[in-house]
């Protein structure tokens, strides 16, 4: 490791150090590698501590702990949202109080980009939704970790109406990360508030939601960004389609004034309830009524257009879609993708992400789409179940995070494949690649989750103990 480890008190203040870590990623919801060490003596060549903060999907969730009532919670979640692997995560989250307590006296590490795997330059890019928790300066180091040549965060709390500005120096050290770590931002796409619904016919509740986005646009433009991804909303069962089409686009267009350059990129949905966009026709209707058609584009969440009747498991069926997409939309609007394998089967109408090439999508589906020319040099954005290490971790960068690096360096070794005649693709052993890493992550997660159960179990009965011992003595005081 050739770094150099440079201990800054301007990024100590501005990165969420191990004590605040857990606060934060509760906060935020998602899922974080903050580049924090722990203890000092950080040095070349010696293992860093670095803090990893744990995400739990639905489906680890689902698949890893046993309990129920966290199971429920993080299905109402999935149901709610596409960002299934980044959702549930509150609900695993260790209670904020256990984790404020300081570990030992932590330097922050500044890491360079010899410290993470190198990124093949590729026109396909690739890479996860990662944690900003800690701030957003920490999304690049998550990605760079990873080996990711895109990626996706959130700006703000993304359940919460209200979130604290952007400070000064969180906005110098992310503009300053992306240029160091070469990522370019036509390949960092944040992902919009859950909250916001511009087509809600309700004109309190549309102004509340229409603040809110146009935060997040200037949130964007503060960051030097020039992508920014959001449901395009609902008519929540009042009026018809069409005139929450229209509120959309009478919002974007409104937005687009208050702001100067962010491009305002709807993404395709499932569709339950009345939820719009889970069709191209809604989304062209949209956009027909922008007035500037240079800030306006398209992102197809791969297991959103398969729920909601698209059938992309060959290449015919990828070609058809796209041929659809072309027509209602237009190819040139499409400015990013998130790929994600779906657990619900073909116009299911389920909005249940899955880890690339293990759901009802299969490898193939993803191979055909990072060998597309149309999706070149565009984000595509993994929101698959994370399985993250445990909460409060020692690890060292890129340790506990296979799954989503290995699906990463999947795709990444498929991206072009096609076009160069490798002999090596192996669609089943490369599926396989992805089945271990989850397989041996939802297993330590499992362990975990059984580890932290006995823990408490264990503490609760000290405390019993202490309690009935403290009893004790005060009845022997009586005596
Ligand atoms: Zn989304
Ligand atoms: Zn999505």
Not at 5 to 28: F, G, H, I, N
Not at 248 to 265: G, L, P, S
Not at 341 to 364: C, F, Q, T, V, Y
Request: proline share 3%; hydrophobic share 35%.
């Amino acid at each position: 490791m050739s770094s150099t480890v440079r201990r800054s008190s301007r990024l100590a203040a501005s990165t969420s150090l191990a004590a605040t870590a857990v606060v934060e990623a509760a906060r935020t919801s998602c899922v974080t590698v903050t580049a924090v060490a722990q203890s000092s003596s950080s040095r070349a060549g010696q293992t860093r501590g670095v803090q990893y903060q744990a995400s739990v999907s639905e489906d680890d969730i689902a698949d890893a702990l046993a309990g129920g009532r966290q199971k429920k919670r993080a299905r109402r979640a999935s149901a709610s949202s596409d960002l299934t692997s980044l959702e549930a995560e509150s609900s695993k989250v260790a209670p904020a109080k256990k984790t404020k307590k300081p570990r030992k006296k932590a330097d922050v590490v500044e890491f360079t980009p010899e410290d993470f795997p190198k990124r093949p330059d590729l026109p396909w890019k690739i890479g996860p939704h990662v944690s900003a928790a800690g701030g957003v300066q920490n999304a690049v180091l998550n990605a760079a970790s990873l080996g990711a040549t895109a990626f996706a965060l959130f700006l703000k709390s993304q359940r919460k109406w209200d979130s604290a500005a952007l400070t000064p120096e969180s906005i110098d050290s992310f503009k300053k990360r992306l240029d160091e770590f070469g990522y370019d931002c036509r390949h960092v796409m944040p992902h919009g508030n859950y909250l916001i619904n511009l087509g809600n016919p309700d004109d309190d509740k549309r102004a509340k939601s229409y603040s809110c986005f146009v935060d997040d646009l200037k949130r964007c433009e503060q960051l030097g960004l020039l992508l920014y991804n959001f449901h395009p909303g609902s008519s929540v069962g009042q009026g018809t389609m069409e005139n929450s089409l229209a509120l959309i686009a009478e919002c974007i267009n409104r937005a687009h004034k208050e702001t100067d350059r962010v491009i305002t990129v709807i993404e395709t949905m499932v569709g339950a309830g009345s939820v719009v966009g889970s069709k191209f026709s809604e989304i062209g209707q949209i956009i027909a009524q922008v007035e500037d058609k240079s800030r306006v584009g398209v992102c197809i969440d791969t297991c959103h257009v398969f729920s909601a009747g698209y059938d992309i498991r060959t290449k015919e069926g990828w070609d058809a879609t796209m041929a659809e997409f072309e027509r209602d939309i237009g190819l040139n609007y499409l400015r990013g993708m998130h790929i994600n394998d779906s657990k619900a089967p073909l116009a299911s109408r389920k909005d249940r992400h899955e880890n690339i090439g293990l759901g009802h999508l299969g490898l193939r589906a993803f191979a055909h789409i990072v060998n597309d020319a149309r999706t070149r040099d565009i984000p595509l954005i993994l929101e698959t179940p994370a399985f993250a290490p445990a909460a409060g971790a020692q690890l060292r960068p890129g340790e506990g995070w296979d799954v989503w690096s290995t699906e990463v360096r999947v795709l990444q070794r498929l991206a072009g494949a096609y076009e160069r005649a490798d002999e090596t693709v192996d669609l089943e052993a490369w599926t396989d690649e992805i089945r271990a890493a989850v397989k041996k992550a939802s297993a330590k997660a499992a362990d975990d989750a059984a580890a932290k159960k006995q823990r408490v179990k264990k503490r609760a009965k000290k405390a019993k103990g202490e309690d009935e011992d403290e009893a004790g003595d005060d009845s022997c005081e009586e005596l």
